[in-house]
């Protein structure tokens, strides 16, 4: 049978350097992409609540965080945030009544970002309870602050 050849059938092999070092450029991509993004979650906003009101506030939450009881001109100590922005969900009791406030979305609104804030919890000339952002520079915590001018920085808008 003349038609038929018996030859031998050659693999082409993959130089084993290769793959070692395609493997290694993958892992090291891997461990890039988990420390970024565990960085930005390092990052977030430190958080405080001002009671920048006349009164005392009791069992104060905001952004789902409980910040307990804040005597009237008191701050509270820090909380880390994932994600912050100028204004937040609030409630709280006041002179035997509940207060809140529920922000409708945050579409448009962007992050604080890294850094110390101070939300100030305040009522308005009507009655209802307002929340002001501001840079805090001096993170320390539970301090008599002036609520008239706090000297923690300017509001953000």
């Known amino acids: 049978m003349e038609g038929i050849s018996d030859e031998s059938t050659t693999t082409a092999k993959f130089p084993s350097g290769l793959l070692f070092f395609a493997l290694m450029i993958g892992v090291g991509f891997a461990f890039s ?9 390092v990052d977030g906003s430190e958080i405080r609540i001002v009671n920048a009101s ?8 905001v952004g789902g965080i409980n910040y307990g009881n804040i005597e009237h001109g008191q701050a509270t100590g820090y909380q880390h945030w994932e994600t912050a922005y100028r204004y937040s969900s609030v409630s709280l009791k ?3 009544k509940s207060y809140s ?6 579409v448009g609104e962007k992050q604080l970002g890294a850094g110390s804030f101070a939300y100030l919890l305040k009522f308005g000339t009507s009655g209802e309870l307002e929340i002001e ?3 805090d520079e001096s993170k320390s915590s539970n301090q008599s602050l002036n609520t008239d001018a706090p000297k923690d920085g ?3 808008s």
């Open 133 to 135: 952002v501001r840079a």
């Open 33 to 41: 992409l988990l420390f970024v993004h565990s960085r930005e979650r």
């Open 154 to 156: 300017a509001p953000i």
């Open 94 to 96: 006041a002179e035997g």
């Open 101 to 106: 406030l529920l922000p409708y979305d945050y």
């Open 54 to 61: 006349n009164v005392d506030f009791v069992d104060v939450v």
